[in-house]
């Protein structure tokens, strides 16, 4: 079971910037990794998603150039650069991997983690 561990979050003023990073305990070679975010009383949306190669990128609308995501496998590590934050940005933020495996019985079976998530808040 691939463990995940989100840090980087805390209190920001708006127009600032903050580095999310997601720590795997393992490697992440074979993982798409996205961040999720759910703010309170809404439903969880994917702000960001890059695939296992690290060469395509998707990001929801409401980023608008603003935030970037990218990976360092040798570091077993998914970032998530937020710049221009605004209040709307408030929410918790979650790590996520997705991969497949094959089990004793040759079945290909989806793989799905999730970190605890880290608290961003923005201020006016």
């Known amino acids: 079971q691939v463990q995940l561990v989100e840090s980087g979050g805390g209190l920001v003023q708006a127009g600032g910037s903050l580095r999310l990073s997601c720590l795997a305990s393992?490697?992440?070679?074979?993982?798409?990794m996205n961040w999720y975010r759910q703010a309170p009383g809404k439903e969880r949306e994917m702000v960001a998603r890059?695939?296992?190669?690290?060469?395509?990128?998707q990001y929801a609308d409401f980023t608008k150039g603003r935030f970037t995501i990218s990976r360092d496998d040798a570091k077993d590590t998914v970032y998530l650069e937020m710049n221009n934050l605004k209040p709307d940005d408030t929410a918790v933020y979650y790590c996520?991997?997705?991969?497949?495996?094959?089990?004793?019985?040759?079945?290909?079976?989806?793989?799905?983690?999730w970190g605890q998530g880290t608290q961003v808040t923005v201020s006016s």
């Open positions: 996520n991997a997705n991969g497949l495996s094959m089990n004793s019985d040759a079945r290909v079976v989806p793989l799905d983690y």
């Open positions: 890059i695939d296992s190669s690290g060469r395509r990128t």
């Open positions: 393992e490697t992440i070679s074979y993982y798409d």
